[in-house]
């Protein structure tokens, strides 16, 4: 048994069934065994201190989306009664930790699969937001957002097809289109930043993750649609997020 499964076995076991191998916990470590991602298997992950089901199997939050979700918390903070938009929301973790950690603000979820919708309803339901505090939208791209916002909160796919560092289980369980965006992975993040300025208010932030070299690429977009940007380096030393402003 590898030292990698050895460690999941031993989450699972720790955080599913009090380190007893009753026989659904042996049934979950068949899954495992399969390579399914444990986080999956136990059915949820920690997310800036909020509990975030993954029943529908969104895309699994990330340390790296943590990292720089956390900091746009800092700033919103700073903000009087901020309106957010969390698009691409996928699980909902970042708008919901924006709801748990900012007590003053309000957030429209924007997210394409409908089958994800009742997920992030789940999900604030977990962490005791107030439904007067949240919408729930199904939209492609700005398709069903109206107005403007003091921040949009942008976790875009954008990994590119048949990109041959993208893990197995990664390829194999979790939502394609949460992940890969065309044959260069910026398919999305091209038309998402010509058209988030009309939602942004004057002054507002846009944030937006991004892959590990493609800050450049980016960084041109950000320019060419009338923004004044800086990137920065996720945890790991990777530049992988901009926070962005309209000229």
């Known amino acids: 048994m590898n030292v990698n499964l050895e460690k999941e076995i031993g989450w699972l076991l720790n955080e599913k069934y009090a380190s007893e191998r009753t026989p659904a916990a042996e049934a979950d470590i068949v899954r495992l065994k399969r390579g399914e991602p444990v986080a999956y298997v136990i059915g949820y992950v920690d997310f800036l201190g909020c509990t975030i089901d993954l029943s529908a199997q969104p895309l699994i939050p990330r340390p790296e989306t943590e990292h720089w979700a956390g900091r746009a918390i800092t700033a919103l903070k700073a903000r009087e009664n901020p309106r957010v938009l969390d698009i691409f929301a996928g699980s909902g973790c970042i708008g919901t930790a924006v709801l748990k950690h900012t007590p003053s603000a309000t957030v429209v979820f924007a997210e394409r699969n409908v089958e994800l919708l009742p997920q992030i309803t789940e999900n604030l339901r977990l962490n005791g937001v107030a439904p007067s505090r949240y919408r729930v939208v199904q939209s492609d791209l700005f398709s069903g957002v ?27 369980w979790e939502p394609a289109e949460a992940v890969v965006s065309g044959e260069t992975g910026l398919e999305l993040i091209e038309p998402f930043l010509r058209i988030a300025p009309e939602h942004l208010t004057p002054g507002g932030e846009l944030w937006l993750e991004f892959g590990a070299g493609q800050g450049s690429v980016v960084g041109a977009f950000l320019a060419e649609f009338g923004y004044t940007a800086d990137r920065f380096p996720d945890q790991f030393g990777v530049e992988r997020y901009a926070v962005a402003k309209l000229l």
């Open 146 to 172: 109206s107005g403007t916002f003091d921040a949009i909160l942008a976790n875009p796919p954008y990994v590119a097809t048949g990109d041959p560092e993208l893990q197995d289980s990664v390829r194999r």
